[in-house]
């Protein structure tokens, strides 16, 4: 059973050593990892993804549970514990929602478990994050970019069930953010976000910072920044009704903005 993830600390692109040399995440924490754009942040989680072992050119090496990770992690899908949702949603089969969800759980599914039930989970899952509903009949490729984003996150939590979960820029997605993270909160997994969105960093336990290729800092959010989060989401749920009356045609009056922030 897999109880922890330890990031040991590389080089930067400079081949400076990174000033934090130990990172390590328990089932159960939510960590944003932020920074400027082309400071290194998909590639510490492609250097998770790939369970780096200094053979990387950040020479980062991950560890599960303290220890090198089996072999079997790498070579056998089936058996890899870490799931990674890209910004990329490309789909080679242009397969039916269903049947999609039926192959995977087909393979996937444990002793004890059923595969219309895990479908049926992850359905339900799935149009809980996004305003879309996704339907079994609906082809893969004629999602939009939210419903392939929330169908990979339920996926990956409820039919792969992977005890770790890596997620790229999803606040891209036009998903519920917030939605997502109270329902991945009440996963016992570590889900791990690369993000520039105040509000998906400032709902998780741990900021890792990034810059030149190196990990700088490690902020945890505390309870100021708890109750700041509670006013930015109220602030991005304002931003996001007035972008649903212009995708309409509506006018806007700007009464949308009044007591956002008291």
């Known amino acids: 059973m897999i109880e922890s993830i330890t990031i040991i600390g590389g080089r930067g692109k400079n081949g400076q050593p990174e000033p934090v040399e130990r990172i390590e995440l328990k089932m159960g924490n939510v960590a944003s990892i932020v920074g400027p754009t082309g ?4 590639t510490f989680i492609n250097d998770i993804e ?52 039926e192959a995977h759980a087909t393979v996937r599914a444990a002793s004890g478990k059923h595969p219309d039930d895990m479908i049926e989970r992850t359905i339900a899952f799935a149009n809980q994050l996004t305003g879309e509903p996704v339907g079994l009949d609906v082809r893969m490729t004629e999602l939009s970019g939210g419903q392939t984003r929330a169908l990979l996150i339920a996926d990956a939590t409820v039919i792969c069930d992977t005890p770790i979960v890596l997620l790229d820029e999803v606040e891209n ?3 519920d953010r917030t939605r997502c993270l109270e329902l991945l909160r009440m996963q016992r997994k570590v889900f791990i976000f690369v993000t520039h969105d105040p509000r998906i960093a400032l709902l ?24 700041l989060a509670t006013k930015v ?11 649903d009356k212009l995708r309409v045609g509506q006018a806007l009056s700007g009464d949308e903005l009044e007591g956002t922030l008291a």
Not at 52 to 75: C, K, W
């Open 39 to 42: 400071s290194g942040k998909t």
């Open 204 to 227: 998780s336990d741990f900021r890792i910072v990034i810059a030149e290729g190196r990990v700088m800092k490690i902020l945890g959010t505390n309870a100021a920044e708890r109750q």
């Open 50 to 101: 790939m369970f780096a072992d200094a053979d990387t050119p950040s020479m980062r090496r991950v560890l599960i549970n303290g220890e090198r990770p089996p072999r079997e992690f790498r070579n056998d899908p089936s058996k890899n514990p870490i799931a990674l949702i890209t910004q990329h949603t490309t789909f080679l089969s242009d397969l039916p929602v269903g049947e999609f969800l």
């Open 173 to 175: 997605a036009g998903i």
């Open 233 to 243: 989401s109220r602030l991005d749920d304002v931003l996001s009704r007035l972008r």
